[in-house]
């Protein structure tokens, strides 16, 4: 009997560790099943939506005609490198046979000049945003700084940082592109004047985000830590870096989070705008086209840019959870 | 002994929208080397302000105080303050937040080396040897504070400033930092400040007990010597005829002679007797840890 009973007891430990592992699977498994139930469901909608849309470009592109050209886009790109080394083969050549006619000849190198396909295209946003960014960094965090420790500085410069957040960087394109063209001129310049564009008025849209987070949280110090620092007599320099800067790690990430998702979706629209080489310009130059493919491919950057803003992001969070000390606030 | 400290009849007054709030009137007290001092007082009568005035984290509005014969006028790391809530940095682990300290202290007074010393023989003066390399949201709310009075210590303060130190812990762990306080100043006989809210650690910890009145315009009522041997346990003591009467003497103090009397909002008094916004005398006994 007692043999019996304990057996029971064996089983029933024994179940409810099956139902705990499984519990934990179920939950394990919402976390994978649920938003690919959601995905799926929004794939049958859009196809769905897709087919019943006619424009005068043919159907509007489902995820069939998308999934066709991410293929098609990135054989296109290998098409596009493989005439590259093709061409710089024969450049080489030529110029081989030429030396072996006539020794003193100095060879010319050009360039290729091929069309940049839409994988050069991705990677010109993405350092022209980057540039953007870091710069705006460069500026603002030093100001965010002496402005949240100096309530002289922050109520001077306050009023000009609300009349300027709220305009949109596109608005300022137009300047940059003139002053840049009138400023930056030198016989060989470092970086292409397009690109120039597209960086500062990307850094202009992300150093008001960075500068008030930034000050907000330099002001938002706790009191304790200012006390530590005053009774232990620092120096104003070591100050802002052994207590300042760390305390407001946390503040200062989440305004370079808020303005990389700002300036990311500005930068795209500033290379429509002003034809500057990017991502902007791959949608616009399709839309131009108007070829049977067209939205197709539109519609594969439309996926690609919110892929890439969404990494972007990411990618932040991960570089403030190496960074900061404060691990709560690196989770959300 | 001579004065160390001359806390020479300061006013501390603050602006506020509605007029002028006098916190402090007239508060003298004059305390030797080696003494070990608690103020006790209830809350928001004003003790807080008379330690950040020490420190020099405040400014009195009238008299001064006197730190050797020199005017306090700006924070040092001679007046070290262990405040209520740690004030650890919690981006740097225990030893670092030590270090920091000891660092801007003794920056080209010690080598790397006698440094390193300095920091971990503070450390293991607070038993956190263990876990020096911690962070401070690694280790309980005891070792956090004891992090903290490492960090004061390692400064070799004239003064030793602390404002209700373990006011934040449970009564286990505030009876075990009670100890290791006692330990620390039997051998180090440092001169100290501490503000209180608890009768039995007053009592168990001082030397003079300086009771403060009620705020505002608070002020030094009475001065209560404690002349019990050292060292001190507080097991034996509980017995102890001298302790019970300090103890009582206190508490007299605390209840009789300074009753605290509050203002309650107009809403909530009428609401409960019916009267208008006058004035209720309330014994708010929560105030003083008498357990």
Known sequence: ?332 | MSILLDISKIDMVFPTPKGDFTALKEVDLKIKKGEFISLIGHSGCGKSTVLNVVAGLLQATKGGVLLNNKEVTEPGPERAVVFQNHSLLPWLTAYQNVELAVKQVFNRKMSKAEMQDWIEHNLRLVHMDHAMHKRPDEISGGMKQRVGIARALAMQPEVLLMDEPFGALDALTRAHMQDSLMEIQDELNNTVIMITHDVDEAVLLSDRIVMMTNGPAATVGEILDVKLERPRDRLSLAQDAEYNRLRSAVLTFLYEKQRKVENIPAQSSSKKTGETGDLQKVDNTNDVDVA
């Open chain 1, 1 to 332: 009997m007692t043999t019996l009973i304990r057996k029971m007891m064996t089983a029933d430990s024994d179940s409810t560790l099956l139902v705990k592992s499984l519990q934990f699977l179920s939950q394990r498994a919402k976390a994978v099943v649920l938003p690919m139930v959601g995905i799926a469901v929004f794939l049958v909608i859009w196809s769905f939506a897709a087919n019943s849309i006619d424009t005068s470009l043919g159907k509007f592109p489902g995820p069939k005609a998308v999934a066709t050209q991410i293929g098609n886009l990135y054989h296109e790109h290998q098409s596009e490198r493989e005439k590259e080394a093709a061409f710089y083969q024969r450049q080489e050549e030529r110029n081989a046979k030429r030396i072996a006619k006539d020794p003193g000849y100095q060879p010319k190198i050009r360039a290729y000049t091929g069309k940049e396909t839409f994988l050069d295209q991705i990677g010109t946003s993405l350092v022209t945003v980057m540039s953007g960014f870091i710069l705006a960094a460069v500026i603002a965090i030093p100001l965010g700084i002496a402005v949240g420790l100096s309530k002289t500085l922050n109520t001077a410069i306050n009023p000009i940082i609300q009349v300027f957040k709220p305009v949109s960087p596109l608005a300022w394109l137009p300047l940059v592109t003139m002053v840049v063209s009138a400023v930056y001129v030198s016989p060989e310049p470092m970086f292409a004047k397009s690109f120039i564009n597209s960086m500062i008025t990307v850094t202009l849209c992300c150093l008001w985000p960075m500068v008030i987070n930034t000050s907000v949280g330099v002001a938002a110090i706790n009191q304790d830590w200012v006390n530590v620092s005053r009774v232990l007599r620092l120096p104003s320099l070591v100050h802002v870096q052994k207590i300042v800067l760390p305390a407001s790690i946390p503040a200062i990430f989440t305004g370079m989070r808020l303005s990389l998702g700002i300036a990311w979706m500005v930068l795209i629209a500033a290379e429509m705008l002003a034809q500057n080489p990017g991502l902007g310009k791959f949608v616009w130059d399709e839309f131009q086209n108007g070829s049977s493919q067209s939205l197709s491919r539109i519609m594969t950057a439309v996926i690609v840019i919110g892929f890439i803003g969404f990494l972007l992001d990411r990618a932040m969070l991960q570089l403030q959870r190496l960074v900061s000390w404060d691990k709560e606030s690196a989770n959300r």
